[in-house]
């Protein structure tokens, strides 16, 4: 029995979602669930915009208009379209958010009298679109010659998936990639997410998470989703889903969730701890000379992200041995 509070690693056992999905497809799984039991009257989903190559949120009343996208990383500003799109929106309504989205979103829905289930995904860091530009850039892509893009799915871990005009298609892994360099760079993140908080209290209804470091690639290639339970109708939610077949888990401790996380972790405690850090490190990511130099040539970008990867880890390494955690 799934108890409130539990840690769970779990997947859909509808494989096409899990297929399709960022990692075990529990979080579509979820919405199909909650449309066709009548527990919710709306849903936040994205579709893709081929003219701007960026997804875009959309409400929608049903399991069938709900599209499973897998995780988007480009920013979309949810909480503004949720404020100019409330009038759409059919309580119950089932809302995916970023951990810094949840409260703001949830406040604005209670404020509107909306029942809301949120579904909270655990995150890293978001990318500003230039860091799709950049990668179209470092595969030889034109953006006029992209007719879709996806960031996951395919599997465990996944990775992108570029679709072009003529069907072709050019897949960038999860690991050990451009892709993930670009990730890690931190040139293209979202200015608040140098200062992030991974201890964030959210109200959130249950956390999703990638089982990084737990689930290697090399045995498990279709993919699970860590999930911590934060609410009791969740819990009972998933006890449900688990009985009919609709999903498989098995319980799992916190500091395994945790040890998924850990280099996020360290990280933003890190720069809380030393906000002149973060401070400095921002101002020079953002620095436009520094940015034209590394981004103009692949041997400068790959320096950058050596010595700002290495430089980070001994910064870290000390705060461990000075016993900071
Ligand atoms: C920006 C970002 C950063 C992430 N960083 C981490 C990380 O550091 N560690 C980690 O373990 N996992 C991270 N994830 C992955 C995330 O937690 C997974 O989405 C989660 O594992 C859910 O997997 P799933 O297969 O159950 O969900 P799915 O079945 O794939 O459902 C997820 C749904 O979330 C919605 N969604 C996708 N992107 C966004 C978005 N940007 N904003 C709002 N809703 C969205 C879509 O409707 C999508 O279908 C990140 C995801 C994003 C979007
Ligand atoms: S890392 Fe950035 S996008 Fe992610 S929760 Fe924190 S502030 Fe939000």
């Not at 539990?6 to 909650?34: F, H, K, P, W």
Request: proline letters at 3%; glycine letters at 6%.
């Amino acid at each position: 029995m799934i108890q409130c509070n539990d840690i769970i690693l779990a997947y859909s056992n509808d494989a096409e979602i899990r297929q399709r999905a960022t990692s075990g497809g529990i979080g579509s799984t979820l919405v199909n669930r909650l449309f066709t039991q009548g527990r919710i009257r709306s849903a936040i989903s994205f579709e893709y915009d081929s003219e701007q190559l960026k997804y875009m949120p959309r409400i929608v009343a049903s399991a069938e208009e709900y599209a499973v996208s897998g995780s988007i990383y480009h920013e979309i500003n949810l909480f503004a379209y949720i404020r100019e799109h409330i009038e759409e929106i059919k309580s119950p309504f089932l809302c995916f958010a970023l951990p810094c989205q949840v409260n703001p979103i949830k406040t604005l829905l209670d404020k509107e009298g909306i029942e809301a289930y949120i579904v909270e995904l655990t995150c890293s860091s978001q990318q500003t679109f230039e860091a799709t530009e950049y990668l179209l850039t470092r595969v030889g892509v034109l953006k006029s010659d992209v007719s879709s893009i996806r960031y996951r799915g395919e599997g465990w871990p996944g990775g992108v998936c570029i679709t072009l005009n003529d069907g072709g298609t050019i897949r960038i892994p999860n690991n050990n990639s451009v892709w993930m360099s670009i990730f890690h760079s931190h040139l293209f993140i979202m200015p608040r997410c140098f200062f992030c908080r991974a201890d964030r209290e959210t109200a959130s209804d249950i956390k999703l998470a990638d089982p990084w470091g737990i689930d290697s690639p090399a045995l498990e290639k279709l993919g699970r989703t860590f999930c911590h339970v934060k609410s009791e109708r969740m819990a009972s939610i998933l006890n449900g889903m688990a009985d009919e077949g609709l999903i498989s888990y098995e319980c799992r401790s916190e500091k395994e969730f945790l040890q998924s996380q850990h280099g996020t972790v360290v990280r933003k405690n890190y720069n809380l701890r030393h906000l002149w850090f973060a401070k400095m490190i921002k101002s020079v990511l953002n620095n436009k000379l520094y940015r034209k130099s590394v981004l103009t040539s692949s041997f400068l970008f790959d320096a950058h992200c050596f010595l700002y990867t290495y430089g980070c880890r001994c910064l870290y390494k000390i705060d461990q041995i000075l016993g900071r955690k």
